[in-house]
T-cell receptor
């Protein structure tokens, strides 16, 4: 079945630094990638949608200059949290969808802790 | 945009009993409704889904019903087992070019042995 590999699984960074999270689709072409953020005991909140080769579309309230999304190829999308602050500490998870409409394939998530 | 509401937020049942979780959605154009089970720190796992051209779907102990007119759908788990304990999320999607999947707030299910 479809697999999305997400790295790193856990990262701790200092306030003010940037962190990059990668999601790779291993056996299909991810034409669309969705990025979610999940705070403890809360739901998955959609941050942005990116289509390969296009600029990402951000949900209301999500700062596009803080959460940089790149989807330069059909198998790789990255989320960079810039100038991270403790309130950015969360579980970030990607979800990919291919052109064939096979459904949504989730990455394994990244636990970000900003200290 | 789409808004998905989910109830209850927590549900405790005795092993063997049934559990029902309900969701409503706001966008009448939504036509794909998956249910996910998420264990702590893990990715959501798809357990069942339904498209708007059917009213009910069943897979062993799990079933989903959809009422398009009322814009609500429900998850039914029968003969619950302790390993069913987890957080369950409903979601809704509009199968257009954006394919955004919007999640409900989640239900924490506890099955007591």
């Amino acid at each position: 079945g479809a697999v999305v590999s997400q790295h790193p699984s856990r990262v701790i960074c200092k306030s003010g630094t940037s962190v990059k999270i990668e999601c790779r689709s291993l056996d299909f072409q991810a034409t669309t990638m969705f990025w979610y953020r999940q705070f403890p005991k809360q739901s998955l909140m959609l941050m942005a949608t990116s289509n390969e080769g296009s600029k990402a579309t951000y949900e209301q309230g999500v700062e596009k200059d803080k959460f940089l999304i790149n989807h330069a190829s059909l198998t790789l999308s990255t989320l960079t949290v810039t100038s991270a602050h403790p309130e950015d500490s969360s579980f970030y998870i990607c979800s990919a969808r291919g052109a064939s409409g096979h459904g949504y394939t989730f990455g394994s998530g990244t636990r970000l802790t900003v200290v | 945009g789409e808004n998905v509401e989910q109830h209850p937020s927590t549900l405790s049942v005795q092993e063997g009993d049934s559990a029902v979780i309900k969701c409503t959605y706001s966008d009448s154009a939504s036509n794909y409704f998956p249910w996910y089970k998420q264990e702590l720190g893990k990715r959501p796992q798809l357990i069942i889904d339904i498209r708007s051209n059917v009213g009910e779907k069943k897979d062993q102990r799990i079933a989903v019903t959809l009422n398009k007119t009322a814009k609500h759908f429900s998850l039914h788990i029968t003969e619950t087992q302790p390993e069913d304990s987890a957080v369950y999320f409903c979601a809704a999607s509009r199968m257009d070019s954006s394919y955004k999947l919007i999640f409900g707030s989640g239900t924490r299910l506890l099955v007591r042995p």
